[in-house]
């Protein structure tokens, strides 16, 4: 999971896109939260999104794999809920580990990003801006 860190960091935003769709922070924190709530309107509550737009991204979740990876029981008198699938837990656990091996293996260029960014608050002087490299395939002749 990811560490705390500063408003002045960069950080890597990443989603997986897999045959069957995408899995990203945002399907990422739903599992997390229904883990945490037990349903999937507690979870949409606490992340401040809708019932609507949750239930649509548990179906898009549980189309990722030939089995669900979200069980949900519908409400009533036995009170409903929802619970990750043995699997479920599997991917959410796996999800965890990649994020974890890509903030680690960026560690040190993010940070000389974020110092860069941070200087670059310094006005320059002159207004010439310096030759930027540019891929190959980008490379224009002058």
């Known amino acids: 999971m990811a560490e ?11 989603r997986l896109l897999l045959p ?4 990203g922070p945002g ?7 229904i883990v945490d709530t037990g349903s999937v309107s507690g979870a949409a509550r606490s ?3 809708s019932h609507a737009r949750s239930v649509k991204l548990v179906a898009e979740i549980n189309a990722l794999a030939s089995t669900p990876l979200i069980d949900t029981r519908a409400g009533g ?13 599997a991917v959410l656990n796996s999800y965890a580990e990649v994020e974890t091996n890509i903030l ?7 940070q000389r990003f974020s110092q860069l ?13 310096p030759e930027l490299p540019l891929p190959k ?4 002749v002058k």
């Not at 680690?104 to 993010?110: D, I, N, P, Q, R």
């Open 4 to 14: 705390a860190r500063s408003s002045n960091d960069a950080v890597i935003w990443f």
């Open 20 to 23: 069957s769709g995408a899995l």
């Open 27 to 33: 399907k990422i924190a739903l599992m997390r939260a």
């Open 47 to 49: 992340l401040r999104m």
């Open 77 to 89: 008198q036995s009170g409903g809920g929802a619970s990750l699938t043995t699997l479920g837990l």
């Open 104 to 110: 680690h293996a960026a560690e040190a260029s993010l």
């Open 117 to 129: 960014l941070a200087a670059s608050g310094e006005k320059s002087v002159g207004g010439s801006r």
């Open 137 to 140: 395939e980008e490379r224009r």
